[in-house]
Nanobody, 112 residues
């Protein structure tokens, strides 16, 4: 089983920045982030493969940057120019040789 430990998140004003981090206990392929706002379904935010390919949701392109350290099995999400609509619980997600795993979630709240 792969254990995920998330950190970061919190409360920030619109236009501000936050950084999320996620550490995985085992080998991973793709590492990424999803989010779920109240009353909405969980949605994809960003992902990065072991080889370095990245993908972003259109809503966060040019504002969020995903990075990872393959040696440490960590993935970070730098979130800039935050908007109130970015408010959600953010979940780390990893694809591993033994399955897909989710983090416990971390709250990001952006005030107007």
């Amino acid at each position: 089983q792969v254990q995920l430990v998330e950190s970061g998140g919190g409360l920030v004003q619109a236009g501000g920045s936050l950084r999320l981090s996620c550490a995985a206990s085992g080998r991973t392929f793709t590492m990424g982030w999803f989010r779920q706002a109240p009353g909405k379904e969980r949605e994809f935010v960003a992902a990065k493969t072991w080889g370095g390919s990245t993908d972003y949701a259109d809503s966060v392109k040019d504002r969020f940057t995903i990075s990872r350290d393959n040696a440490k099995n960590t993935v970070d999400l730098q979130m800039n120019s935050l908007k109130p609509e970015d408010t959600a619980v953010y979940y780390c997600n990893v694809e591993s040789p033994i399955g897909d795993y989710w983090g416990q979630g971390t709250q990001v709240t952006v005030s107007p």
